[in-house]
């Protein structure tokens, strides 16, 4: 069973027209994208299931999903403009399971294929998640989807898959994890398999699959526009006074971190950073024994980039998120949440999806530097708590910001 010809069965030239009007892109634009997305999209699937955790994931997604409402419906669907607004937010949405860290990589090798801007390619990307997860849960669904069957039918797509996929593609997924799991899945079908190296508890699938419910759920009600300019997190802390309380201060936020800096740390780790930035301040607080833990005491980053309305992390970040993963290593018994937030434009439903994928990338950004994902903790809130007003640019720009609080130390 090939799942990238059956996919493209379903984009009909009527399909493709209202693509091609949704993203703003011409036709033949739009399925030269296509042809680089949907193997994409499929490709990013396979390798999501190479983990006991992403195909309880994707089980999850599948089973409450309408497969059948997705794929009898598209015309309709795309060519009306609430409905399809709905349904290019609940692809969003889903990007950030089925591709993960690659989503970045997907987008740019599409663009440069296509010629299409990055905000396009983002809007194909998130048409066809949807129409990607119908016709793979169509062929695996019956009252359930068992993992075995899943991973099984994934397996299948890697010759037709390997073929189509853009080449700089290739050297991301090689699939062998996903053939390691469904061998172990043949011999041990109806057991609990292995994550880490640890069994995979009935608490954990419920779990996975109620994030799955937020993922979709959340999304449906609403829709952010994909054509923003990109939207830079570059806020300032308050000032804080005596009591530790922050204070508010009027005018214009002072951007400037100072000048750069020497920090020797435990365990012989050296940082160089600005005196008055992000990992100067948590530094502090976290030497400074009077300081004592406060749910309500966050630190704003202050060189964190995201790609326009995507939780995708541009390169110039990722100093920032290696200088935390440093001073956590620095410091063992050190615990952190990341926060999201989001200025009041748009949907609330849509900003607080967007922010807690925002603060969850952080968080794998930070982890993926050898630190235990069980010492970060990432939650997104949205539109709530805004540190400046939201009738200005300046002020929206504040409030769209990442934060660290600091849960143990």
């Known amino acids: 069973m090939n ?39 499929i490709g990013g699937t396979m390798n999501t299931a190479s983990t006991s955790t992403g195909v309880y994931q994707l089980i999850g997604l599948m ?18 403009p609430i409905k399809s607004k709905d349904f290019i937010a609940n692809g969003l949405s889903m990007l950030p399971m089925l591709l993960d860290v690659d ?3 997907v987008i740019e090798s599409i663009s440069a294929s296509s010629g299409l801007k990055a905000s396009s390619v983002s809007n194909i990307l998130s048409i066809s998640a949807p129409i990607v997860i119908s016709v793979i849960a169509k062929q695996v669904k019956e009252k359930s989807i ?73 999304a449906v009600w609403g829709f952010k526009k994909l054509n923003k300019e990109e939207e830079t997190i570059v ?12 204070v508010k201060t009027k005018g214009a936020v002072e951007k400037n971190p100072g000048q750069l800096v020497t920090i020797n740390l435990p365990k012989e780790i050296t940082l160089e950073i600005p005196e008055n930035g992000t990992e100067a301040k948590l530094i502090n607080f976290i030497q400074d024994s009077s300081a004592v833990v406060d749910k309500n005491y966050w630190i704003d980053f202050d060189r964190i980039n ?50 807690k994928s925002r603060a969850d990338v952080v968080k794998k950004g930070i982890a993926r530097n050898d630190i235990k994902i069980t010492r970060i903790q990432s939650e997104g809130y949205g539109i709530e708590h805004p540190i400046a007003p939201n009738d200005t640019e300046e002020g929206r720009a504040q409030n769209r910001r990442i934060a660290i609080n600091v849960t143990r130390k």
Do not use: C
Not at 31 to 39: E, F, K, M, S, T
């Open 235 to 246: 806020v300032e802390d308050f000032p804080i006074d005596s009591s530790g309380i922050k």
């Open 103 to 105: 989503l970045k990589a």
């Open 146 to 218: 068992e993992p075995l069957k899943l991973t099984t039918l994934l397996v299948g797509q890697k010759e037709y898959i390997h073929k189509y996929l853009p080449k700089d593609l290739t050297a991301v997924w090689d699939f062998k994890g996903l053939e390691d799991l469904n061998k172990s899945l043949q011999r041990n079908p109806l057991s609990e398999h292995q994550l880490e190296n640890k069994p995979v508890s009935a608490t954990t699938k419920i779990i996975y699959l109620v994030l799955a419910l937020l993922l979709i759920g959340a």
């Open 63 to 80: 089973n409450l999903n309408n497969e059948n409402y997705v794929l009898n419906n598209l015309p309709e669907i795309l060519g009306d």
């Open 306 to 355: 995201f790609q326009p309305n995507l939780a995708e992390l541009d390169e110039d970040s990722e100093s920032q998120i290696e200088n935390i993963s440093k001073i956590m290593r620095a410091y063992p018994m050190v615990n952190i949440k990341i926060g999201g937030y989001t200025d009041n434009t748009g949907d609330a439903t849509t900003n607080l999806m967007l922010s």
């Open 3 to 41: 799942l990238l010809e059956l996919t493209k069965g379903y984009i009909t030239k009527e399909v493709g027209l209202s693509i091609s009007i949704l993203t703003e892109a011409s036709a033949s634009d739009v399925q030269v994208a296509l042809l680089g997305a949907l193997p994409g999209l």
